[in-house]
Structures are given as structure tokens and as C-alpha cells.
């Protein structure tokens, strides 16, 4: 790297050594402070008569990239301003989302970067992170190598087929790494100087990408089968070889290879899939914040899937491992989950049943009284009905999945029953929350995957909690990095969770969120680190010298967005830059 963080011998006050001099700190996001150079820093650093006369702190700074912020016009204009910024000044860009967090959330990740994704080929102004296209699969290593740091903490991969609720958005997809690794430390403060977001390039085979003229991506159809298994394989190798200490996320692959990768590689390195653990993690939470509301018990949970993607999956396993953790057998806990997909109601007896929809799938002789009007493709209505849940979980990304009449079937089961319309971004979720509270008379708990605006009804308030994965992911990465745990369980998961869900105040449970504010996110991932790490070290996958002074130790490790005085020093031999 071109800087190192060193502290002063005499005053113990951390700096930042700059290994270079003139514009070219000013063109380094790690180095650049913009108009916050000191008289004796622009001096120093050469860069003296490069910026205007006049000297702002970072507060200072705030109010005028805040108000170009607010000039733009569109959700879209407001992303490519604030990557604009990130680009070129990285403290100021996690400040200003650090101060204003409620707004910049939605800018910064879903939903509007569903929609980045989408024009990622015409918005496109600077690469970020790396890209490593199939026709690279033989040096691997030395794109690695190329990247500034060789240390890095935490690394968030896709392959850009199952974005979001939008499908393959080939190497536009890499909107998604940089965006989670923007929440790592926004959220959980984990250093922006050691992330790192891969786009794998395999090909896509959305036509409208491929017919582009200014696609930026590979442009082939997807490999895939074995050759697309090896080329996977090469980068999990090389990662293993180049950075051996990296915590790794996987990010939007298609269901069957999330979860194959997954099972693959999870005792090789420390590895992870938010889409599957994290959801999980987070939808858990919010049924632990529930049962506050209703005074239930997780063990008398009944549980009905719209949807049976990789998420359902992760959220399915974790709720097993909560009922079981309860007391519950193991065989009776998985009883207590339905999955119905566009097919109807997961048989066992279904010919070309997946892995996990067989897992959780139904014996016909279960369903042989229930009165259907076709007992080969039972309905989700029909489900509700004879499944009698108490939860309500869409994971389809089908806009429309839940209906008034199920609604209204869910309120008529449970005076306080669980409506959670996860799929995302908001054009795919199965119903809005205004819908869903309108439609159960203000009974319903709800927690959606994307933002939503409280809803008034009857003269009380209900703040719609979403079900937000940044509640989870940066905590969880941020505790993996501070223990080295060498191994991410789900036990892990579960005790992140339950963190999570002790940040729930009751002026939360008063206006009927299961979920905090996200302005207490950094507390929350706190808790949530620490959580893991107990959990880690009980399980043996860290050493127990961590838990010395725990809490404190995790909050030192929290990189926080403030100017540090920048020197001029020649290279040596640099240090890493996140310590």
C-alpha cells in the first residue's frame, strides 16, 4: 500500500504515514481529505497551492456534500453522487453515512441498488475491487496480487446470476460486493482499507445485457457444470494461497450453488453465505422480537414458506436449530415448516424434488384429508388453511404472493400473527406493509426485506421494522476478524440472533417493530460480535485469550470515519493499513 497507519512514540496518537507525495494523494480515497488538509499537511505533503486557501474540519465538510447529496433529483442520481464520493475521500463518504444512516441505508444498498446493478454498464466511472473473468482462470493468484492490499479482512464474492429479486445481472451484479463491504463498515465499523469485492465473470445469459453495447462484462453465456465448478474451485485455492487469514462471503449465486458452495468449502476457510445464514440469522431475530408482542413461545411456532430459495433454506435450518435448542426433537422441529413454491405445496412424492425442498417436504399421507381443489398442486391459501401457522414468511420475489384473503386467513388464526414479505427490492415484495397491516386490522407483526414507511391505522402507529441482513452480516464478519475464528458454525448464527434481538427497546415492541432502529446498527453489531465470539471459542473454532476484555476489545477494533494528521514518510517497508 501506499500508506501506513503508525502511532506517535511521544503523544500515542495514531497517523497515517503517506508513502507519497503531490496529486497522487489526493487521487488515493484512503488518503485524500479534500479541503481538511492542514497549512503545515499541504506543506508537508506537497500538494500546497493544489487545493483552495480555506481549511474545514470534517464537520464542516458535512453540510456541502450532504446538500449536493440532496440536489440530486433521483434515488439513482443519489447513489452515483455518493460513489462519486466514495471514490475520492473514503472518511468523508462513512461519516456522511454514518451521521445520517436512516437515509443513506436505502441509497447505498436495497433497494436502490437493485437498480444500480441494472445500469452498472452505464453508470460505470471506476473500478472498485477486482474482477476475475473466466478467461483468467490460469492466473488467478496474480489478479490477487494486484490488489492494494495483501492482507485483506474480509472479501465478498458473486457471480452476478441471482441478484437481488432480479436475476442475472452479469458483471453488474458487482454492485452487490461493493455494497455489502459499505455496510461492513458503516454498520459494524470492520476497516474499509481491508475489504475486498470480487466479481467472478463466468458469462451471463441475460440477453438484454449481452446486446449492450456498453456492457462492461464478459460477454459469452454462462459456463457452467464442471468447468464452472473448477474455475470456483482455482478461487477458493488461490484465496487459501494469497490471503490465508480473509473471512469469505458469498453473495447472490443461484440457489443451487449457494448452497453447494456452501457445504464445499464451509471447513475449509471461514466462510459464509449471507443470503442463506444471514437472512436466517436476521428473520430469527425478528421471530424472537415477536414473541415479546405475543407472549408466545418459539417451540409453539408453525411455519409456512412462500418461496423455497436458498434463503428459505438458511431461514428453515436455523429455526429447527432454535426449536431444538428449545427442547423440541429434532424430527417434530421440522414438522413445524411448510414450503409452498410455484408448484404448490412441497410432496415428498413430487417428482425432481430438490435437496431442500425434500428435506422439509410433506408425506402425501399427511395432506390425504385436507380438502383441495387439486391435491397435486396445493395451494398456498390451502396451506394456511390446514397448516393453521403462526409465521408467514415470503421469500418468492413474486409481487402479489400474499393475497387479502391470506391476510386476512393468517389474522383469523392468531390474534397477533407474523406477516413477513422478505423479497426484495420493494417491486418484488409479496404484499406492502400497508397491505398487510390494513388487512389484518392492525394485528399483524410485520417486518419486510425492504424499507417501508410506518402505517398509521386506527389512530396507532406502526413502525415497520425490515428485516434488514445489516444487522447480522457486519457484526458477524466483524467478530470472526477480531477472534480469527477459523470457522463460522451455526451456532454462531444463532447466538447472533439472539444479540440482535436483546436490542429491541420497548418503544420498539409499542409501535409493533421486532427490530431496532438502525441508528443503534453500530451497538448492535457489537453485541453481535461479541455474541460470535463467545460462541466461537466455546465451540473451539477460536482461542479463549479473546475473551479478555471482550467488550472492549471489539469496540477498539471498530474503525470509526474521522481524519487522522497524514506525514509524509518515504517507503520501506509498508504496514498494514487496517490495524
Not at 459464509?272 to 425478528?286: C, E, K, P, R, Y
Given at each position: 500500500m501506499d500508506f501506513s497507519i503508525k502511532v506517535n512514540p511521544s503523544t500515542r496518537q495514531r497517523y497515517i504515514a503517506s508513502h507519497k507525495r503531490g496529486e497522487g494523494v489526493l487521487m488515493d480515497s484512503f488518503l485524500n481529505k479534500g479541503t481538511a488538509f492542514t497549512a503545515e499537511e499541504r506543506d508537508d505533503l506537497g500538494i500546497l497551492g493544489l487545493l483552495p486557501p480555506a481549511i474545514f474540519t470534517?464537520?464542516?465538510?458535512?453540510?456541502?456534500?450532504?446538500?449536493s447529496f440532496c440536489a440530486k433529483e433521483t434515488p439513482l442520481e443519489k447513489f452515483i453522487y455518493l460513489a462519486s464520493l466514495h471514490d475520492r475521500n473514503e472518511v468523508l463518504y462513512y461519516r456522511l453515512i454514518h451521521e445520517r444512516i436512516d437515509e443513506m441505508?436505502?441509497?447505498?444498498?436495497?433497494?436502490?441498488?437493485?437498480?444500480?446493478?441494472?445500469?452498472?454498464?452505464?453508470?460505470?466511472?471506476?473500478?472498485?475491487?477486482?474482477?476475475i473473468s473466466y478467461d483468467q482462470k490460469d492466473c488467478i493468484e496474480k489478479v490477487l496480487r494486484n490488489y492494494h492490499t495483501d492482507d485483506p479482512s474480509i472479501i465478498v464474492v458473486t457471480d452476478g446470476e441471482r441478484i437481488l429479486g432480479l436475476g442475472d445481472q452479469g458483471a453488474g451484479g458487482m454492485g452487490i460486493p461493493i455494497g455489502k463491504l459499505c455496510l461492513y463498515t458503516a454498520c459494524a465499523g470492520v476497516s474499509p482499507y481491508g475489504t475486498l469485492p470480487i466479481m467472478l465473470d463466468v458469462g451471463t445469459d441475460n440477453e438484454e445485457r449481452l446486446n449492450d453495447p456498453l456492457y462492461v462484462g464478459l460477454r459469452q453465456k454462462r459456463i457452467r457444470g464442471p468447468q464452472y465448478q473448477e474455475f470456483i474451485d482455482r478461487f477458493v485455492e488461490a484465496v487459501q494461497k494469497v490471503f490465508p487469514n480473509v473471512l469469505l462471503q458469498w453473495e447472490d449465486f443461484l440457489k443451487e450453488n449457494a448452497i453447494t458452495q456452501l457445504e464445499r468449502f464451509r471447513d475449509t476457510l471461514p466462510t459464509?453465505?449471507?443470503?442463506?445464514?444471514?437472512?436466517?440469522?436476521?428473520?430469527?431475530?425478528?421471530i424472537y422480537g415477536a414473541m415479546r408482542l405475543t407472549g408466545g413461545k418459539m417451540s409453539d411456532q408453525r411455519l409456512v414458506f412462500a418461496g423455497a430459495g436458498a434463503s428459505a433454506h438458511g431461514i428453515a435450518e436455523l429455526f429447527v436449530a432454535a426449536l431444538v435448542d428449545e427442547g423440541l426433537p429434532l424430527a417434530e422441529a421440522r414438522k413445524r415448516i411448510w414450503t409452498v413454491d410455484t408448484k404448490g405445496l412441497a410432496i415428498s412424492d413430487r417428482a425432481g424434488l430438490e435437496g431442500f425442498k425434500k428435506e422439509f417436504a410433506r408425506e402425501r399421507a399427511e395432506v390425504a384429508d385436507w380438502k383441495v381443489d387439486d391435491a397435486a398442486r396445493i395451494s398456498l391459501e390451502e396451506t394456511i388453511d390446514h397448516a393453521k401457522p403462526t409465521i408467514l414468511i415470503g421469500v418468492s420475489a413474486t409481487p402479489g404472493t400474499f393475497s387479502e384473503a391470506i391476510v386476512k386467513k393468517m389474522a383469523a388464526l392468531n390474534e397477533r400473527p407474523l406477516v413477513f414479505p422478505l423479497s426484495n427490492p420493494t417491486s418484488k415484495s409479496e404484499c406492502t406493509a400497508e397491505q398487510a397491516v390494513l388487512w389484518s386490522d392492525g394485528r399483524a407483526i410485520v417486518a419486510t426485506g425492504s424499507p417501508f414507511d410506518p402505517v398509521m391505522h386506527k389512530g396507532e402507529r406502526h413502525r415497520i421494522g425490515q428485516c434488514n441482513n445489516a444487522f447480522i452480516f457486519p457484526g458477524v464478519g466483524l467478530g470472526v476478524c477480531v477472534a480469527k475464528a477459523r470457522h463460522l458454525s451455526d451456532g454462531m448464527f444463532l447466538e447472533a440472533a439472539r444479540a440482535l434481538a436483546t436490542h429491541v427497546t420497548e418503544a420498539d415492541i409499542a409501535e409493533s417493530a421486532v427490530y431496532p432502529q438502525l441508528a443503534t446498527i453500530r451497538d448492535c453489531s457489537h453485541s453481535v460480535a461479541c455474541a460470535v465470539i463467545r460462541r466461537a471459542v466455546k465451540e473451539g473454532h477460536a482461542d479463549a485469550e479473546v475473551l479478555v476484555n471482550l467488550e472492549e476489545v471489539v469496540r477498539r477494533a471498530m474503525w470509526f470515519p474521522e481524519y487522522l494528521p497524514v506525514h509524509y514518510e518515504p517507503a520501506t517497508q509498508a504496514e498494514p493499513a487496517h490495524v
Open positions: 470534517i464537520e464542516q465538510q458535512l453540510p456541502r456534500v450532504y446538500a441505508l436505502p441509497i447505498v444498498y436495497t433497494p436502490v441498488v437493485g437498480e444500480a446493478c441494472q445500469k452498472f454498464s452505464h453508470i460505470f466511472r471506476r473500478g472498485r475491487g477486482l474482477y459464509f453465505n449471507d443470503d442463506i445464514q444471514g437472512t436466517a440469522a436476521v428473520v430469527l431475530s425478528g
